[in-house]
């Protein structure tokens, strides 16, 4: 994906998936999920990525053209309505926050076999100082820096309404923030993480780290909508 189609708004997917049911959730996942959401309107990739550090918790990012492809007839549609195999498997997900997102900004191009995912939490106050260390002064350097590649900014933009698929695997937590970082190497990423987005600097803007902060993920898979 080059710099011009950075993606206006995306679903940010963390959770975990019971230890006897990882092989078939990838499966399913690979095989039958992401192939049914990204032949929706608007759903222009999606990406799976998985734990380096913990056996079966999960990041799933979906680049979307905008936000309103969330609220489409089509998107609620499929959601509410299951495949046998999809009940199934959403028995399966344990801690599941489920995040529909703007992209506030975005750099650099393609992804990375890596990703530093990071969320955070803002007080409104301090909201412009945060998205203008982030937007302006961050992610700008990253797109020729040794090591990364696509990094996005994303930010809770909509209510998920409950659906079918939801109501099977329990009660969804969403976030506020995160920032989706990519690249190739793994060691400079993690770098990256202890260094610039350490706790005190998020707390010296008036941002703070929350649940699932700072953890690392390869990619598993990855499907765009013209595949």
Same mark, same amino acid.
């Given at each position: 994906?080059?710099?011009?189609? @950075?993606?206006?708004?995306?679903?940010?997917?963390?959770?975990?998936?019971?230890?006897?049911? @990882?092989?078939?959730? #990838? #499966?399913?996942?690979?095989?039958?999920?992401?192939?049914?959401?990204?032949? @929706?309107?608007?759903?222009?990739?999606?990406?799976?990525?998985?734990?380096?550090?913990?056996?079966?918790?999960?990041? *799933?990012?979906?680049?979307?053209?905008?936000?309103?492809?969330?609220?489409?007839?089509?998107?609620?549609?499929?959601?509410?309505?299951?495949?046998?195999?999809?009940?199934?498997?959403?028995?399966?997900?344990?801690?599941?926050?489920?995040?529909?997102?703007?992209?506030?900004? /975005?750099?650099?191009?393609?992804?990375?076999?890596?990703?530093?995912?990071?969320?955070?939490? @803002?007080?409104?106050?301090?909201?412009?100082?945060?998205?203008?260390?982030?937007? *302006?002064?961050?992610?700008?350097?990253?797109?020729?820096?040794?090591?990364?590649?696509?990094?996005?900014?994303?930010?809770?933009?909509?209510?998920?309404?409950?659906?079918?698929?939801?109501?099977?695997?329990? #009660?969804?937590?969403?976030?506020?923030?995160?920032?989706? *970082?990519?690249?190739?190497?793994?060691?400079?990423? #993690?770098?990256?993480?202890?260094?610039?987005?350490?706790?005190?600097?998020?707390?010296?803007? /008036?941002?703070?780290?929350?649940?699932?902060?700072?953890?690392?993920?390869?990619?598993?898979?990855?499907?765009?909508?013209?595949?």
């Amino acid at each position: 994906m080059s710099r011009t189609t @950075i993606p206006r708004a995306a679903v940010l997917l963390l959770f975990e998936v019971a230890s006897d049911s @990882i092989a078939e959730h #990838d #499966d399913w996942h690979t095989h039958e999920h992401m192939p049914e959401r990204l032949r @929706i309107p608007g759903f222009l990739r999606g990406t799976r990525w998985t734990s380096l550090n913990e056996a079966g918790r999960y990041c *799933v990012l979906y680049e979307l053209e905008s936000v309103d492809v969330l609220d489409s007839d089509t998107y609620r549609e499929r959601l509410d309505n299951p495949t046998p195999w999809t009940s199934k498997m959403m028995c399966s997900y344990r801690g599941m926050h489920r995040t529909l997102c703007s992209v506030d900004a /975005g750099s650099g191009r393609g992804l990375g076999g890596v990703a530093l995912v990071v969320p955070f939490a @803002i007080d409104a106050a301090q909201r412009a100082q945060v998205s203008a260390w982030l937007s *302006v002064e961050l992610l700008p350097t990253l797109e020729h820096r040794r090591g990364f590649a696509q990094c996005y900014l994303l930010r809770s933009a909509a209510s998920a309404r409950p659906t079918a698929e939801q109501k099977i695997r329990g #009660d969804d937590a969403s976030l506020q923030s995160a920032l989706i *970082v990519t690249g190739y190497d793994p060691g400079e990423l #993690d770098s990256f993480s202890r260094q610039e987005l350490a706790a005190d600097r998020f707390s010296a803007k /008036g941002a703070r780290l929350v649940e699932h902060a700072v953890a690392m993920y390869r990619m598993a898979y990855s499907l765009s909508a013209n595949e």
